[in-house]
């Protein structure tokens, strides 16, 4: 993992912040800083204080799942344009699972305790943040039906 | 809007409901319980024309006959391809078919896709699991006049990536340059360097310009319901995304009254439906 | 008297109708028709008129039949029983194929056409009319050997209702009572006092042949006004009615109906209604392979959109629940069978009514859909 000088990535480049707020695209900002991942490297670990919210820009990442029989279950990948982390939003703020750089990845990632206060004290842009993000969420209960109905073992 | 889709396909000019011999040419292992098999004509003829989307009902001899569609090259007269995962005692028993076996054939049935209203649009082609091998033809028909298409975006997803078939040349088309190959797996070990999620999730971002893509899905009922959702949010019409159906068959040709679906016959009306007339269906349970 | 001819209106004395049995026997007909066997009035070989249920009727309800004797000697004195024609033309077990093995392949033989030419007596109005919806199942698409071969020899003798049975809806389908077209004869049976005697239509020349050498004259506008009265007096006491008016889009639009739950509590999946019903046509196949696995036979027979197995795709049903196969078929029967053949599956016969073991009424269900469904009491505790 390193931290880069602070000219590259923004997040008003980013797909998920696209149109957003200018004032709250401003306080993302703020709070971003960038990290650049290895192939192989773990980015947020299983039951870690969930603390930053991390925009991809380059690379692919795996969020994996580990039981005694399957101790590196990927579940879905995150690729450029999407991001990464919920659990900074949901009490008690710890990770749920592991997420793992399959290639060299680029991200933003912001201060998710301080941007959490942003968002409550500027409530029609926190809506509006919410708005974007809870799509995302659909998309992972979604994915967790398909999984469970196996549909593709019938 | 009419379509080469609509034109009933003159039933295939045999006794109805008698097979007639092919032999197997070659049988090879995709997965642990699916084979794509190569059958020949056993008397030396060529195949009846087929259209990609259609099927037939594959017989073996003693055993019984199922409905398989056709995954191979529709403009090849001489051999028909058949890939088939052993789900029953029929099917097992074709999958375990070897070379200079006879299985019997009949067919070819049902309305395939509207090839013709592909033309001169962007394509989307939507594959779960075993809906690969009904889009390898519609594949092969239009990489061999691949000027008359637009765009063509294939998103195929599996359970796993060990239950992925056609590897081989998965591989080859994604490597083209003419067409985009995206495959997502449902779950996956670190073997795995490509994507996990949803086939749905891969839509955003596909590029086709919605007013003006046909999109053919075929897979498990659910996926393909909601990648046609995913698709019309998009912006692609619902009439221009076409969905292949499955029911249980026994006689493919609209007699034995199984493979009903609302007032459609599967068989004949279908296996290609297009999404906006059986929309109200997919939400219906128990159809 | 002349020749009868297409478009005759005769009469024939009951005393020959032995003589108008052997006239079809004689002409190469095997005759099939109704004939009393465990407590029932079924379709069976029609050797002689003694085989005919005559002097009894039967006493239909919703799941009830119970066979009576008649006051008189009507030979046609009873409505339909459990049996249909369906099972002459489209018999409920048949043999599609024969194969064996030739080296590493294999050869089909075809079954052979069934040449047998039946004759049908007494078809019953409801009973032509389902013969039109099977034609068109049969014939109107793939054209089913079997099914074919049968009916094109068949002579189809039709007698009018001179009652109708307490399960009896022909009206309401406008199938009913009368004998309208598709007969090769129709007949009427009088009696009145000491007249007995029947009244027959010429609708074919199949028909006009088997008369020459039978008995008959110029039936006359008398004759011709009591077989009215007779069928006007028929459909004036039908058993059930059925509203039949929008009905298509009312089935098809209400698959959540509340009465669906409710009838399928009742529902058994037996499948008594499918196999009664004269138009019922599904089927499945069952391959027959020899002991020594050198020969194989496919053969067909009656299946039920009732049975579990009917929908299984890989490993699951599609339609599991109860309700959803009942749905399935009276959907399809009254509803979508429009969109597939251009007109309803239901003749009106009653035979699904009576032969339900629960005394489930098609006629009320249909009643049941046509009262709205609060939206309230959809999915709610009922």
Same mark, same amino acid.
């Given at each position: ?14 797909? +998920? +912040? ?18 650049? +991942? ?14 930053? +919210? ?101 | ?26 049988? %090879?292992?995709? %997965? ?12 030396? %003829? ?166 003006? %893509? ?74 | 008297?002349?020749?009868? @001819? ?28 109704? &004939? ?55 018999? #409920? ?35 032509? #009319?389902?013969?039109?919806? &099977? ?13 074919? #071969? ?13 009652? @109708? ?5 022909? *009206? ?28 027959? $239509? ?16 110029? #039936? ?24 039949? *008016? ?71 049903? *599609? ?48 009643? $049941? ?14």
């Amino acid at each position: 993992m390193s931290e880069s000088a602070p000219a590259g990535l923004r997040v008003g480049d980013h797909a +998920f +912040f696209e149109g957003l707020d200018a004032q709250l695209l401003r306080e993302a900002q703020r709070l971003a800083s960038e990290r650049h +991942f290895n192939a192989g490297d773990w980015i947020v670990r299983d039951g870690d204080p969930a603390t930053a +919210f991390f925009l991809v820009f380059h690379g692919k990442v795996a969020l994996e799942v580990a039981t005694a029989e399957k101790p590196h279950l990927t579940i879905q990948t995150v690729g450029p344009g999407e991001v990464l982390g919920w659990s900074w939003l949901v009490p008690p703020y710890l990770w749920r699972l592991d997420a793992r750089a399959l290639k060299p990845t680029q991200t933003l990632a912001l201060d998710a305790v301080a941007f959490r206060k942003v968002l409550g004290a500027h409530p029609a842009q926190g809506f509006e943040f919410l708005e974007r993000l809870l799509p995302i969420v659909a998309q992972r209960l979604e994915n967790t039906q398909i999984q469970l109905l196996d549909i593709h073992g019938l | 809007m009419a379509s080469e889709h609509f034109a009933r396909p003159a039933p295939p000019a045999q006794v109805p409901m008698a097979p007639v011999p092919y032999e197997v040419r070659s049988q %090879t292992a995709e %997965t642990d319980d699916t084979a794509t098999l190569v059958l020949a004509p056993a008397d030396g %003829t060529h195949v009846p024309p087929a259209r990609p989307g259609q099927f037939n009902m594959v017989y073996v001899f003693g055993v019984g006959e199922a409905a398989i569609s056709l995954s191979g090259d529709a403009s090849d007269s001489t051999v028909i391809v058949h890939t088939v995962r052993a789900a029953g005692r029929i099917t097992e028993a074709i999958v375990r078919a070897s070379a200079g076996q006879a299985l019997g054939v009949r067919g070819p049935y049902g309305r395939g896709w509207p090839m013709d209203l592909a033309r001169g649009k962007d394509v989307v082609l939507m594959a779960g699991g075993l809906g690969l091998p009904p889009l390898r033809p519609v594949l092969y028909e239009m990489l061999r006049h691949r000027e008359q298409y637009g765009r063509i975006e294939v998103m195929l997803g599996a359970r796993t990536p060990k239950d992925l078939v056609y590897y081989p040349e998965i591989q080859s088309w994604r490597h083209r340059a003419d067409l985009r190959f995206q495959v997502t797996v449902d779950a996956a070990g670190r073997d795995w360097y490509g994507d996990v999620g949803l086939v749905t999730a891969r839509i955003p971002d596909a590029r086709f310009e919605p007013a003006n %893509t046909v999109a053919f899905l075929c897979g498990p009922e659910i996926m393909m319901k909601n990648s046609a959702r995913d698709l019309e949010a998009r912006g692609v019409p619902a009439t221009a995304i076409w969905l292949s159906m499955e029911r249980n068959m026994k006689c493919a040709v609209a007699l034995c009254g199984h493979c009903q679906y609302g007032p459609d016959f599967v068989c004949r009306d279908g296996p290609v439906f297009r999404y906006r007339e059986i929309r109200d269906r997919l939400s219906c349970r128990e159809v | 008297m002349t020749a009868p @001819a297409v478009g005759d209106h005769l009469r024939m004395d009951r005393r020959d109708f032995s003589t108008f049995l052997a006239a079809l026997q004689s002409s190469g007909y095997r005759v099939v028709g109704p &004939t009393i066997r465990d407590g029932a009035i079924v379709y069976g070989d029609i050797r002689a008129e003694t085989d005919l249920p005559i002097g009894w009727t039967e006493r239909q309800e919703a799941g009830t039949y119970r066979l009576e004797r008649r006051a008189d000697a009507a030979l046609f004195g009873y409505v339909v029983g459990p049996h249909s024609w369906k099972k002459y033309l489209f018999p #409920a077990h048949e043999r599609l194929w024969t194969a064996r093995r030739e080296g590493t392949s294999f050869a089909v033989t075809p079954e052979p056409v069934d040449e047998t030419r039946y004759a049908f007596v007494g078809m019953r109005a409801c009973e032509i #009319a389902a013969l039109d919806v &099977t034609d068109k199942v049969f014939l109107g698409g793939v054209r089913d050997p079997g099914y074919e #071969a049968r009916r094109t020899r068949a002579l189809r003798i039709a007698v009018q209702c001179g009652q @109708a049975g307490g399960t009896c809806f022909c *009206v309401s389908m406008g199938t009913g009572p009368g004998v309208t077209h598709g007969y090769d004869l129709s007949l009427t049976e009088v009696l009145e006092g000491s007249r007995h005697e029947f009244l027959i $239509a010429v609708g074919s020349e199949a028909g006009a042949a088997v008369l020459a050498s039978v008995p008959v004259q110029s #039936a006359g506008p008398d004759l011709d006004r009591t077989a009215e009265r007779i069928v006007s007096t028929t459909a004036a006491s039908m058993g059930r009615t059925m509203e039949t *008016v929008g009905l298509r889009d009312l089935l098809l639009s209400q698959p959540d109906h509340p009465a669906w739950d409710r009838v399928a509590k009742r529902c058994l999946s037996c499948t008594n209604c499918t196999m009664a019903c004269p138009t019922c046509f599904c089927h499945t196949t069952e391959e027959v392979p020899s002991l020594e696995a050198d020969q194989t036979e496919r053969w067909r027979r009656w299946d039920s959109c009732f049975n579990l197995e009917f929908t299984k795709l890989h490993t699951a049903s *599609v339609r599991t629940s109860g309700m959803s196969r009942y749905r399935q078929w009276l959907t399809h029967k009254l509803g979508s069978w429009h969109d597939q053949f251009g007109m309803s599956g239901c003749v009106g016969c009653g035979r699904c009514i009576t032969w339900c073991p629960v005394g489930i009424d098609i006629t009320e269900e249909v009643s $049941a859909l046509r009262t709205p469904a609060p939206r309230a009491a959809v999915g709610a505790p009922r």
